[in-house]
């Protein structure tokens, strides 16, 4: 059911604050183990069976992944935005503004974060890392996942005014790129869920701030 602010628009609800709430915790519980050490048994086990999957999944994210590829994906995001465009002109703007401020802010976000725990990719971890076509070897740090939280950061911004087939294909786009990440040999599952994390945090607080500005704009007659 789609929430109307009292100008007509699309609005963002009361569900906003739920996800700030569910990011702030998954970042804190999250942060906490990635500060601890190093990845444990368990982590490193989901990490190797994405990273190197059984047969059909290897074959599915073996046909995304060019599309998750710098060129693959700049063309993918163009694309997109022109859909948009076509499909949803009359929210088009807003719909692009709160998206847009929703991957800024994650990423700002994710990068404080990973100042602060600042753990190692899987490479420093593990000396069998599959890279599968990476243009490079994974560097700097792992915790959390700027492209996951960049990714769902944007769905959360822009799922007011999106309806439901674009609404499924943010969710599926955005654990696409968060299991590629892994498939890539770039993050352990604790850095995607991370990343998951900052991105509902950040897509929650522009949503929040977008509907209060907007209730504090002026009528005019």
Do not use: C
């Amino acid at each position: 059911m789609e929430v109307l602010a009292t100008d007509g628009t699309p609005g963002a609800g009361r569900w906003p604050w739920s996800a700030i709430a569910v990011g702030l915790v998954g970042l804190v519980v999250t942060a906490s183990v990635a500060a601890a050490g190093p990845p444990g048994s368990a982590e490193i086990a989901v990490f190797r069976w994405f990273n190197d999957p059984p047969r059909l999944l290897g074959v599915v994210t073996g046909l995304v992944n060019p599309l998750l590829r710098p060129v693959g994906l700049t063309v993918l995001i163009v694309a997109v935005v022109v859909l948009l465009f076509l499909t949803r002109r009359d929210v088009f703007r807003p719909l692009v503004t709160a998206a847009s401020a929703a991957g800024i802010l994650a990423y700002v976000i994710d990068n404080v974060v990973k100042v602060v725990v600042d753990r190692g990719r899987p490479p420093a971890y593990l000396p069998d890392v599959l890279f599968h076509g990476y243009p490079t070897d994974p560097h700097g740090t792992g915790y959390p996942s700027s492209h996951t939280a960049v990714t769902v950061a944007i769905v959360v911004g822009a799922w007011p005014w999106l309806n439901r087939p674009w609404r499924v294909a943010g969710v599926v786009a955005a654990v696409a790129i968060g299991l590629n990440r892994m498939y890539v040999g770039a993050h352990f599952p604790l850095d995607i869920l991370g990343g998951v994390s900052v991105g509902l945090a950040a897509g929650g607080i522009v949503l929040v701030v977008e509907q209060r500005s907007r209730r504090t704009q002026p009528v005019i007659a």
